[in-house]
């Protein structure tokens, strides 16, 4: 299964989404897609956020069975810390 939450996308992407997973809540997207269809919708995603920010949780081969990607601007970041994979926002 993959999750993505968008925060403050453009217009037009969470539209973009719909053809491939479900909107269970405003900006949170539920699917299945093939590993090709999610790393292309991830470039999308990734290249178009903007000022908003995307978070990709997706199966992987770990201890936690998923791990995560973001994009965007003022966003968390994934920090592996001894197989674990933790969220560490940026000090200013």
């Known amino acids: ?11 037009g992407l ?3 989404l719909t053809r ?9 997207f539920v699917g299945t897609p093939s ?7 991830w470039d999308l995603l990734a290249t178009r956020i903007g000022d908003g920010q995307a978070v990709l949780v997706e199966p992987a081969t770990n201890e936690q069975g ?8 003022d ?10 994979i933790l969220s560490a926002r940026s000090r200013r």
Request: glycine share 8%; no cysteine; aromatic share 8%.
């Open 35 to 41: 590993r090709r269809i999610r790393d292309r919708l």
């Open 1 to 11: 299964m993959t999750v993505i939450i968008l925060i403050a996308a453009p217009e």
């Open 14 to 16: 969470r539209g973009h």
């Open 66 to 73: 998923w791990t995560v990607r973001t994009a965007g601007k």
């Open 75 to 84: 966003r968390w970041k994934p920090v592996d810390f001894d197989g674990l």
């Open 20 to 28: 491939w997973m479900v909107e269970v809540s405003a900006g949170v």
